[in-house]
């Protein structure tokens, strides 16, 4: 039998958790070419693909190049993905610690390994350094079908924590 203790709420509390819950204020939705503009503020993203058994995402380093993404990597499960033709999705996001306003873009396409020795050369001359040590010999560029962002200012607890989160809870069994 599950027992559920039910927790007093002051009217202290309540009142000092509504004002907070009316600070909230919407993402702000950014528009194509910001979207780019934050892209090329960071160098690392995730890239999610389809694998034979569901989805995965891998973390990666990345440049802007004529309105794609570009990175390098080795063969492994990610490159076997990236070789089936699924669509892909690529997530970056940043903060200012000062004044704690984030953001996050969203590119979604189909990632083309460079084959064609004119792109691989053009492709050692982008500023394209991995982090992780061993063989990142294949360029891979992701051509976007569609790019979304948004901005938002980071909430602090008060914000989002709530009276049930102190809630006294039965022992688990």
């Given at each position: ?12 509390v ?34 999610a ?26 063969t ?98």
């Amino acid at each position: 039998m599950v027992v559920f203790h039910q927790s007093i709420e002051t009217e202290e509390v309540r009142i000092s958790y509504m004002e907070n819950q009316q600070k909230v204020t919407p993402a702000e939705v950014l528009e194509s070419q910001e979207c780019w503009a934050l892209l090329r503020q960071v160098s690392v993203g995730r890239l999610a693909v389809l694998l034979e058994d569901g989805p995965d995402i891998f973390p990666v380093n990345y440049v802007t190049d004529h309105g794609t993404l570009v990175f390098r990597s080795g063969t492994g499960t990610k490159l076997d993905a990236l070789q089936r033709e699924s669509p892909v999705a690529m997530e970056a996001d940043g903060v200012d610690p000062d004044t704690g306003v984030a953001w996050s873009v969203v590119i979604r396409g189909k990632a083309q390994l460079l084959t064609k020795t004119d792109d691989v050369l053009e492709s050692f001359s982008l500023p394209l350094f991995p982090w992780e040590a061993g063989h990142k010999d294949q360029f891979v560029r992701v051509v976007p079908n569609s790019i979304s962002g948004r901005r938002f200012t980071v909430a602090p607890p008060n914000i989002w924590w709530n009276v049930m989160q102190t809630a006294k809870r039965a022992a688990p069994e």
